[in-house]
């Protein structure tokens, strides 16, 4: 089965810095999507950003970017100007239409932004 | 167009108790996923279904769970006998086939 690790339990970042989170993962497919989920105190699972395997350029939105390397099998998030409100469990799964379309999500990394 | 809908949001029951968590799909979806968060871990998948059929069960425990999805109304994830261990918050997701899948806002469950 497919792996996503997230080596990074607790991360902390000044309100308006810089932060990225990382997220490794491990597969034999060469068709996957990776995403970024963000889920606060309410549990609801909000989709923040996604990248296709096969596009080289890195995904963003907004304050929201990815560094997606594929032969390292690695796709951190990098929040730019952080906000109170990204204070959050943020969750990096894969998921492949070759293996059911399920997700595999890590354990995720805690945010927590100091004002 | 209303979202994936899960009730209900808090479930208690008692040890030896059946819990049934419902999930309405997004209007047009006919493919739901149930996944477990237990405290402190990630989503990890149960079953995916299709209207009438289960396709993939391989993440769910071999006794006390089941899940359907009728031709008409929501899906079911059914849990006979509860225990402690089955405390934990179950989301379900919908989807077209190969489409993005929405998250409901999840069911959580408290076995006391």
């Known amino acids: 089965a497919q792996t996503v690790t997230q080596s990074q339990p607790e991360m902390s970042v000044q309100e308006a810095e810089t932060v990225t989170l990382s997220c490794t993962y491990d597969?034999?497919?060469?068709?996957?999507?990776l995403f970024w989920y963000k889920q606060p105190p309410s549990r609801q699972m909000i989709l923040v950003i996604r990248?296709?395997?096969?596009?080289?350029q890195n995904a963003t939105e907004n304050r929201f970017s990815v560094n997606f390397q594929k032969a390292a099998k690695s796709f951190s998030l990098k929040i730019s100007d952080s906000q109170l409100g990204d204070a959050a469990m943020y969750f990096c799964?894969?998921?492949?239409?070759?293996?059911?379309?399920?997700?595999?999500f890590g354990t995720g990394t805690s945010l927590t932004v100091i004002p | 167009n209303a979202g994936v809908m899960q009730n209900p949001r808090h479930l208690v029951r008692r040890r030896g108790q059946e819990a049934r968590l419902r999930c309405s799909p997004m209007?047009?979806?006919?493919?739901v996923y149930w996944y477990r968060q237990l405290p402190e871990e990630g989503l990890k998948f149960m079953v995916y279904?299709?209207?009438?059929?289960?396709?993939?069960e391989s993440g769910m425990p071999k006794e006390r769970f089941s899940a359907e999805f009728p031709k008409e109304g929501p899906s079911i994830l059914r849990i006979q006998q509860v225990v402690r261990g089955d405390s934990a918050a179950y989301f379900c997701?919908?989807?077209?086939?190969?489409?993005?899948?929405?998250f409901g806002p999840g069911t959580r469950l408290t076995v006391t």
């Open positions: 209007k047009g979806h006919s493919h």
């Open positions: 597969t034999s497919e060469s068709d996957y999507y």
């Open positions: 799964a894969y998921r492949s239409p070759n293996t059911g379309n399920q997700f595999y």
């Open positions: 279904l299709q209207k009438e059929n289960i396709i993939d």
């Open positions: 990248q296709e395997a096969y596009k080289q």
């Open positions: 997701a919908s989807s077209e086939l190969r489409h993005e899948q929405y």
